[in-house]
Antibody
Framework: EVQLVESGGGLVKPGGSLRLSCAVS????????MTWVRQDPGKGLEWVGR??????????EYAAPVKGRFTISRDDSKNTLYLQMNSLKIEDTAVYYC???????????????????WGRGTLVTVSS | DIVMTQTPLSLSVTPGQPASISCKSS???????????LFWFLQKPGQPPRLLIY???NRFSGVPDRFSGSGSGTDFTLKISRVEAEDVGIYYC?????????FGQGTKLEIK
């Protein structure tokens, strides 16, 4: 059974830091490009960034609002994706989801070993 | 950034009736590999988004055949042939033609 479980969210003051984790099971995590997507409470979806697989270079790419403040990493030995968030702002308040990079999935021909499920998310609240 | 614009933002449908949602992108979503990077998701209340349609018109595994996607270039449509009560939620289109990936504002489907 495929599972993606995000954790690490919570209440933090502006300027503070948090590290989110996404523990993955049920598919070959190391082969999959992964993304973080966030959702303002009651609002829409926003792509945060992505990380390539190690075999494809492990490159990271970010949305402009978080570039320079957020860092995505992965530990394939632990099947875990991370999001280090620094210099947090009130507008970073959101539920953060991890999921596979669906664009890369299509580009590479729809590898059946990938999962396109989303985790249930973890809530980050930035407030003084 | 590619802007994704959905219409309507909400719709109320009688069970058994059809529903249609439009999504327009500010740039073509056709890539040089010949694929069009347009997706549809459904987010049910209290749940994460779930993939319905990929590459404009391909139903993802387990998605009922009452859901269909169409379109090309910059204009796309999601259709539900006969709405059921379990279809309530917010529908989002998404593009992965270029970074940053972007989503439409969402269309809330309610049952009359």
């Amino acid at each position: 059974e495929v599972q993606l479980v995000e954790s690490g969210g919570g209440l933090v003051k502006p300027g503070g830091s948090l590290r989110l984790s996404c523990a993955v099971s049920g598919f070959t995590f190391s082969n999959v490009w992964m993304t973080w997507v966030r959702q303002d409470p009651g609002k829409g979806l926003e792509w945060v960034g992505r990380i390539y697989s190690k075999t494809d270079g492990g490159t990271t790419e970010y949305a402009a609002p978080v570039k320079g403040r957020f860092t995505i990493s992965r530990d394939d030995s632990k099947n875990t994706l991370y999001l280090q968030m620094n210099s947090l702002k009130i507008e970073d308040t959101a539920v953060y989801y991890c999921t596979a990079d669906i664009g890369r999935w299509v580009f590479s021909g729809g590898d059946t070993n990938w999962s396109l499920d989303w985790g249930r998310g973890t809530l980050v609240t930035v407030s003084s | 950034d590619i802007v994704m614009t959905q219409t309507p933002l909400s719709l109320s449908v009688t069970p058994g009736q059809p529903a249609s949602i439009s999504c327009k992108s500010s740039q073509s979503l056709l890539l040089t590999d010949g694929k069009t990077y347009l997706f549809w998701f459904l987010q049910k209340p209290g749940q994460p988004p779930r993939l319905l349609i990929y590459e404009v018109s391909n139903r993802f595994s387990g998605v009922p055949d009452r859901f269909s996607g169409s379109g090309s270039g910059t204009d796309f449509t999601l259709k539900i042939s006969r709405v059921e009560a379990e279809d309530v939620g917010i529908y989002y289109c998404m593009q992965t033609r270029q970074l940053p990936y972007t989503f439409g504002q969402g269309t809330k489907l309610e049952i009359k």
